[in-house]
């Protein structure tokens, strides 16, 4: 969520980032709500996992998030034991940032079993600690893509217990409902998780002290008490505020009773003893206060990126058909582009550009569009007849005027099917944005995603499909006006 206050347009704005998860997001927009006062505060909300948050906050795209001590010291800074603070601020100074603001509560990572699968028939035997995991080699494993990953997540836990079993990865929104629905029996969890309780799950016991503490404190860059001086020094009156139970009270707030982030940080904030708001419909959810931005983001995003795509494209589709020499290479670049998987390119752009948001969105969805559009202006160019080339040859046209007055109108209904398509395509890729800070639709569908909220999902994917139709029926009006022309009522047929 954006919130944008009655400041001047020269005072610097504190950019607040949160990663996919809900509390992170709720989180992330304590902070916010708590800077508001005294600093315009733009909440980049559901970034992604920690190297995307990360480097965005390097980069300086974002100045301060939530993170976790655990977090810091081994997937940040790449500790493969505990460290003291002294020495992590000092390493983390190196790079402009530090550790400041403990919220007082321990959110360590667990695995956790379903209850009946825990209290089955060979109730004797299930496993209560995470060491008589290694004798039930038939227990499904689904955890985060994230913990997969993590140099304190499964590598080293399935080291450590001699674990056998091989793990399927899932979303963490999503792991509840599969463990619920038995599609898996074990799942990675977060300690201040609220569904761990409503499901009534066993964790189990870490009981070879694998996991580190997980305190949730604020990373943030140096500058920022400088630059924000009373923004920050209300942040900090947030040390020590936020228990365990606590935050699983908010987490179970917006995941149980299906309250919003913003609505939730605003009870913490203000402290309100009044009793919470009521559960968000779809229709609310639907047509709610964002969606005017998030339709002007999706636009946006989608029309820069088919405009740039039109741009190298079509000169690129001209080149392949008219040398055959270079005709394979050109459409072997632009198919391996789009083969590509749309997450781990944004991922590469970021570092590349030092950009979180519109630009790196903006280059990976204009080379995702290339493909139809360089297809389909070569095929055109290609089917132009041969006499009508050698007819405009003999009557001493040029190359040049020979492709704008002859091959590009001939060409052009097959040009404008590719870009029909790229736009098509793009309306629907450009939800994956939103996990960059992109913003537009996919905003919801990540939301959605994190609290594995149905109807969230629906308000972003529904819009999306409706914006992707009314593309279609744009061009397709376009290509009536502009080929086949107006058609009037002295037509006959």
Not at 189 to 197: G, L, V
Not at 240 to 269: C, P, Y
Not at 359 to 381: D, E, F, K, Q, W
Request: glycine content about 8%.
């Amino acid at each position: 969520m954006c919130m944008h206050f009655a400041v001047a347009h020269a005072e610097a704005t504190l950019n607040i980032g949160s990663k996919r998860f809900t509390e992170s997001y709720v989180l992330g927009e304590i902070l916010s709500q708590t800077a508001a006062p005294f600093s315009p505060v733009h909440h980049h909300q559901g970034l992604g996992n920690t190297a995307i948050v990360f480097n965005a906050l390097k980069s300086g795209n974002i100045d301060v998030y939530p993170e976790y001590m655990g977090t810091i010291n081994t997937e940040i800074l790449k500790h493969d034991s505990a460290t003291p603070l002294a020495q992590l601020q000092s390493e983390l100074a190196l790079q402009g940032l530090g550790i400041a603001v403990p919220l007082g509560f321990n959110n360590t990572y667990a695995l956790a079993m379903r209850p009946e699968v825990a209290g089955s028939k060979a109730a004797g035997n299930a496993p209560q600690t995470l060491t008589g995991l290694s004798a039930h080699t038939a227990l499904r494993f689904g955890l985060s893509h994230e913990f997969l990953g993590r140099a304190d997540g499964w590598p080293g836990l399935a080291q450590r217990y001699h674990l056998p079993q091989q793990a399927t990865g899932l979303d963490h929104g999503i792991a509840y409902e599969a463990l619920n629905a038995r599609q898996v029996d074990v799942i990675d969890i977060y300690s201040t998780d609220a569904k761990i309780k409503q499901l009534g799950l066993r964790v189990l016991v870490d009981d070879g002290n694998y996991f580190p503490r997980y305190d949730a404190v604020l990373l943030y860059r140096l500058d920022v008490p400088s630059r924000f001086p009373k923004a920050w020094a209300a942040i900090r009156q947030l040390e020590g505020k936020i228990d365990n139970t606590r935050m699983i009270a908010m987490n179970a707030a917006v995941e149980l009773d299906g309250q919003s982030f913003a609505a939730v940080a605003q009870q913490f904030v203000a402290k309100s003893s009044a009793s919470p708001p009521a559960r968000t419909g779809f229709l609310q959810k639907l047509l709610g206060d964002d969606f005017s931005r998030l339709s002007r983001q999706h636009l946006l995003l989608v029309a820069a990126a088919v405009l740039l795509a039109c741009a190298v494209g079509i000169p690129l589709g001209i080149i392949a058909a008219s040398r055959p020499r270079l005709r394979n290479a050109v459409m072997a670049v632009v198919g391996i582009l789009q083969t590509v998987p749309s997450l781990a390119l944004l991922a590469m752009l970021i570092p590349l550009l030092g950009k979180i948001g519109f630009m790196p969105a903006l280059i990976a969805l204009s080379l995702y569009a290339l493909l139809p559009i360089v297809r389909n202006t070569c095929v055109g160019l290609a089917q132009v007849p041969t006499g009508l080339r050698l007819a405009a040859q003999a009557l001493g046209l040029s190359a040049r005027d020979r492709l704008l007055h002859i091959d590009l109108p001939l060409a052009l209904p097959m040009l404008l099917a590719g870009i029909q398509t790229a736009a098509v395509m793009s309306v629907g890729t450009a939800t994956i944005a939103a996990f960059i800070g992109a913003g537009g639709y996919g905003e919801r569908i990540a939301i959605g995603l994190a609290l594995n909220d149905n109807q969230m999902l629906l308000a972003g994917a529904l819009p999306a499909a409706a914006l992707a139709l009314l593309t279609q029926w744009g061009f397709d009006l376009l290509e009536r006006w502009l080929i086949r022309g107006p058609r009037t009522g002295h037509d006959k047929h």
